[in-house]
């Protein structure tokens, strides 16, 4: 009988060991409580002794071996047992439930005696670590036995889970980019909006090209020498931010934000990886950027993963959020103490310029080779625009209304792939009875994307004309809404327009509606007239000049002999004090332009001047324009790199909310 459950145990512990899964063997080290049967007469005493384990989740299989000092006997007893269980349930996170099933012996050292039978219990067991557990265990059958011990996980077979563990994670080259473009803009200065409101986003939608500006001849003064002057011309760029939008240029910024959105997907690196192991068993997976030196640029991923396939994406920005320089670089995987890379070169481009195989829309007022044009035919090809063969001319210096241009947007939105299945409410609005029904769906679109915006009084004011700073401000926003999503990992979707009836509302004709008065009669009332004391007539103040004149009047006669002029008397009366302070004479009346700024946002305040140049220098790299405000407090300097100064609180916290989007960290600070 001993002999056959040795080879038993034996078979057990080789055939369960084949399983070379990493962390699926065991070895314990317990002690406990063993109680015989009391035909035994040997009482009870304290077990110790060791175990090893082989696990193939639910299922475990344990082989012990043992000693106990009984209560009524003073030599040895050696215990084994071979044991199968099965987890039933999680307890907890960490601790689990099992029942076991199996055969368990007992035998004096000496004399050999053996007693062997079928046991059955159960237990828990708690992980401490991922691969150390505290394990105890009750069994009854042959005796009573209590068991508590600490278990370690190993790996039995060192060369077949080392060939294994490499097999752990690993990066799909095929599904990583060799390379990602970072394209290069040009940051355009209007001398009209270097302290406008919509600034950044206007710098950043012309560099794009999607709207220009225009260029103005002015004449200059300039000293040839000490004395004489010259007068040269020189031009200057302007933007006219408040002047409302033609149709043309607004076709040009939607359609073109649509087609360069296609471009931009380039700058966003795909790293699909996939993490192979055990089944709801975790591995922690860092991945990060390094350049050519092995520092490193941007941490991506730093974070538990159970087995499966991920994607994180790199835009080609460091920590800072900044772009890196073109060059090569470096996609680094740590897991389990294992490293992983992968090649990747970052390379600069200029924005390609508008390209369509569109078909050509024939209009009467606009020639073949005109720049908007095929802007205009890519808009018609997506379903930006809809054909209607009854229209001969496009009229692309119309002035368009602001539901107008809402409604582009929300085609775009929808050409994108955004969520169509929301409907929004719009009785927010105040004006919403005046909002048109035609082309509802994408004013939707437009709300749950970029929230209801309006004015300060909850209007939307849908017939008003758009602004070219308003119309570049709502693009900025929709491109960096498009950009978020590749850097989430949604790729760009073209997604059909629909074919719908709106058409373009021309505000130049808009006529409001009439409101409907009702005529009011007044009753005829009879009026008794009484006799009315006499108002008493108040006298005639004389004329303020002829007052200055009275006071004003030499107290001498004035003679012609003399060649002196009579003196002005002193103001003993304080007439002149009063008019001045009434008038204000000697006063400025508008306070300077430097006064009149109330709030600045600021990208960061520092002690030191060095330290603020460095951060202009760096947002400078990165195309935002910014300055240095010196600010006197507590009879220290404090220098504030400031993105902008408006005299309205609500202008800064617009453009401040356009920068945290860019990814700014940005502040508002009362003057």
């Keep these: 009988m001993k002999k056959l459950f040795l080879l038993f145990m034996i078979v057990m512990t080789v055939a369960f060991s084949g399983n070379i899964f990493a962390y699926n063997h065991s070895v314990m080290a317990y002690g406990g409580y063993h109680k015989f049967e009391e035909n035994t007469g040997l009482g009870n005493g304290i077990e110790f002794g060791a175990a090893i384990s082989e696990y193939i989740t639910p299922f475990s299989f344990k082989a012990s071996v043992g000693a106990v000092k009984p209560k009524n006997n003073s030599s040895l007893i050696k215990v084994y047992s071979v044991l199968g269980s099965y987890d039933l349930f999680k307890l907890r996170e960490n601790i689990n439930l099992f029942i076991s099933l199996g055969l368990s ?53 060192n060369r077949e889970s080392k060939n294994k563990k490499k097999d752990i994670c690993k990066l799909a080259p095929i599904q990583t980019p060799s390379n990602i473009v970072i394209y290069a803009y040009q940051d355009k200065k209007f001398v009209d909006v270097q302290k406008h409101w919509a600034r950044p986003q206007i710098s950043r939608v012309t560099g794009y090209g999607l709207i220009n500006g225009q260029q103005m001849t002015v004449m200059e003064q300039v000293k040839d020498n000490e004395v004489a002057t010259k007068e040269i011309k020189s031009n200057i760029d302007i933007f006219l931010p408040e002047d409302p939008i033609t149709k043309a240029n607004a076709v040009k910024l939607v359609s073109g934000a649509l087609n360069l959105l296609q471009t931009l997907n380039n700058e966003f690196a795909r790293i699909r990886y996939e993490v192979k192991g055990i089944i709801n068993q975790g591995h922690f997976v860092t991945i990060s950027i390094l350049d050519d030196e ?34 090569n670089y470096k996609v680094q ?66 002035l368009i209304t602001k539901y107008d241009f809402i ?12 969520n169509t299945k929301i409907t929004a409410d719009i009785s927010k609005y105040k004006d919403a009875r005046i909002i048109p029904n035609n082309g509802r ?14 004015d300060e009084n909850n209007r939307l004011d849908p017939f008003k004309k758009i602004t070219r700073a308003e119309a570049t401000v709502i693009t900025y926003r929709f491109i960096n809404w498009q950009k978020n999503r590749l850097k989430n990992g949604f790729p760009f979707l073209a997604k059909q327009i629909e074919v719908d009836n709106f058409e373009f509302i021309n505000p130049l004709v808009i006529k409001k509606t009439p409101k409907i008065t009702k005529k009011v009669v007044k009753k005829k009332r009879t009026v008794i007239k009484t006799k009315q ?26 003679v012609a002999e003399t060649v002196n002029t009579p003196a002005i008397p002193e103001d003993s009366s304080g007439f002149v004090s009063k008019l001045k302070s009434r008038f204000g004479f000697g006063k400025k009346n508008k306070e300077s332009k430097e006064d009149s700024i109330k709030y600045r946002n600021v990208a960061g305040s520092y002690k030191k001047l060095i330290d603020a140049k460095k951060k202009v220098a760096s947002l400078k790299a990165d195309g935002i324009d910014c300055d240095i405000w010196k600010q006197e407090k507590g009879g220290k300097l404090i220098y504030h790199v400031q993105l902008g100064n408006f005299e309205s609180r609500k202008d800064a916290l617009e453009q401040m909310r356009d920068l945290k989007e860019e990814g700014l960290k940005v502040k508002v600070i009362r003057v």
């Design 294 to 327: 092995d520092n490193k640029i941007k941490l991506l991923k730093n974070d538990e993963c159970l087995s499966g396939w991920y994607t994180v994406t790199w835009d080609g920005t460091n920590d800072n959020n900044i772009k890196v320089a073109p060059g």
């Design 333 to 398: 995987m740590l897991i389990n103490s294992e490293k992983y890379h992968k090649n990747i070169s970052v390379i600069s481009k200029t924005i390609p310029t508008f390209y369509t195989n569109a078909t050509d829309i024939i209009f009467s007022d606009i020639a073949t080779k005109n720049a908007v044009k095929p802007y205009i035919n890519y808009s018609y090809e997506i379903g930006l625009l809809n054909i209607n063969p009854d229209i001969t001319e496009f009229k692309p210096e119309n």
């Design 441 to 454: 769906k994408y004013l939707d679109l437009y709300i749950s994307e970029f929230g209801y915006g309006g």
């Design 533 to 558: 004391k006499p108002r008493k007539q108040k006298p005639k103040k004389a004329p303020i000049k002829q007052k200055i004149q009275t006071q004003m009047k030499p107290s001498a006669p004035f």
């Design 407 to 418: 409604v582009l947007i929300g085609k775009a939105l929808y050409y994108s792939g955004a």
């Design 105 to 157: 012996g007992y035998a004096p050292f000496s004399p050999i005696r053996e007693n062997c039978k079928i046991v059955y219990g159960g237990g828990a067991y708690m992980d401490l670590a991922p691969d150390i557990c505290l394990k105890g265990t009750a069994l009854f059958g042959l005796d009573t036995i209590g068991q508590i011990g600490l278990e370690k996980k190993i790996s039995l077979f």
